[in-house]
């Protein structure tokens, strides 16, 4: 009985030691299969890769990358970050604008490959629908937003704010989705469609969400273009200050205070605008989310709307 202890004991060390070193990473996003014989060397290729996504050299890396995988898996997410840079990176030579400068038909190519090698990953149909997006097929680029957002059965959660290591993360998540579609659908003029789907990014968004503002901002626009009424609009708002975490109050106070202060309203805007301040003071969470976003020192100019706002109503 104790030898047979022993050996359950020893295997789940055993297991855990293989889970802590060779689980899959995720450097973005980017995961590589554990079981690559060069993992080691994978890993350190697709970090490098990962952190600097414009860096000339990253296309060596990944072919490096690409030639020592063995499995589909990873295999899939090397093509999927070869098809990234691609996108994103312009010929060398003379054109009349940087859409003539790119090459689209290569990441296209890439990402058929990583979808051929792993059909239920998310964020391949949502680089697939970027692409058509550079060609400005807004109906194919909806259709495949369309499968991206399917793939991703749970809503959002909060990412990591830390950019630069989680990029493939904030950029391919469900409220991002949902935006991206908005915004194909605005340019087909499909405006009622690109507002439900703004208002699915809303719901599905992270606490963290680096465009949550952004899709405040385009849910209010679409709403005004449609004939929402400002208190219909507000009262959205208002809903959003009362259910919703801290720095989503944050976001929805300040678009309440900017559309307050546009209406004259200004002794409720300064109400808005100073409920946004008063919210670090109790949570710190959302300090801190301003230190790292870089939004923090945006405070002083908020105060000073706030005093040019006190000052035309003293005025009056």
């Given at each position: 009985m104790k030898r047979l202890m022993l050996s359950l004991l020893l295997f789940v060390f055993f297991l855990l030691s293989f889970t802590q070193v060779y689980a899959a990473i995720d450097v973005g996003g980017i995961r590589i299969d554990p079981s690559e014989k060069e993992y080691a060397k994978i890993k350190q290729l697709v970090f490098e890769t990962r952190e600097y996504p414009n860096n000339e050299k990253n296309l060596e890396y990944l072919e490096q990358a690409l030639s020592l995988c063995k499995e589909n898996v990873s295999k899939a997410e090397v093509y999927f970050l070869i098809s990234e840079i691609k996108l994103y990176k312009p010929f060398k030579?003379?054109?009349?604008?940087y859409q003539d400068s790119l090459d689209l038909q290569t990441p296209m190519d890439c990402i058929d490959k990583a979808i051929s090698l792993?059909?239920?990953?998310?964020?391949?149909?949502?680089?697939k629908a970027?692409?058509?997006?550079?060609?400005?097929?807004?109906?194919?680029?909806i259709v495949f937003y369309d499968k991206a957002i399917k793939l991703i059965t749970e809503e959002a959660t909060d990412v990591n704010i830390n950019f630069y290591h989680n990029r493939a993360r904030y950029i391919y998540n469900k409220a991002q989705f949902y935006c991206d579609k908005a915004e194909c659908e605005i340019f087909i003029k499909k405006k009622k469609e690109a507002l439900e789907d703004i208002e699915n990014a809303i719901k599905c968004a992270g606490e963290f969400d680096f465009n949550y503002n952004y899709y405040l901002i385009k849910a209010v626009e679409l709403k005004e273009e449609l004939g929402v009424g400002v208190k219909?609009?507000?009262?959205d708002l208002d809903a959003i200050i009362k259910d919703g975490n801290g720095i989503k109050k944050y976001w929805a106070y300040l678009r309440k205070g900017v559309i307050l202060e546009e209406q004259k309203k200004y002794g409720q805007a300064i109400e808005a605008y100073k409920a946004a301040l008063d919210l670090d003071e109790n949570d710190s969470s959302i300090k801190e989310y301003k230190v790292k976003l870089g939004i923090h020192g945006q405070e002083n100019s908020l105060q000073n709307r706030i005093n040019s706002l006190e000052n035309k109503l003293n005025k009056k």
């Open positions: 030579g003379e054109f009349k604008s792993n059909e239920n990953e998310a964020k391949y149909y949502g680089m970027r692409i058509y997006r550079k060609e400005n097929d807004f109906e194919n680029a219909n609009i507000l009262k």
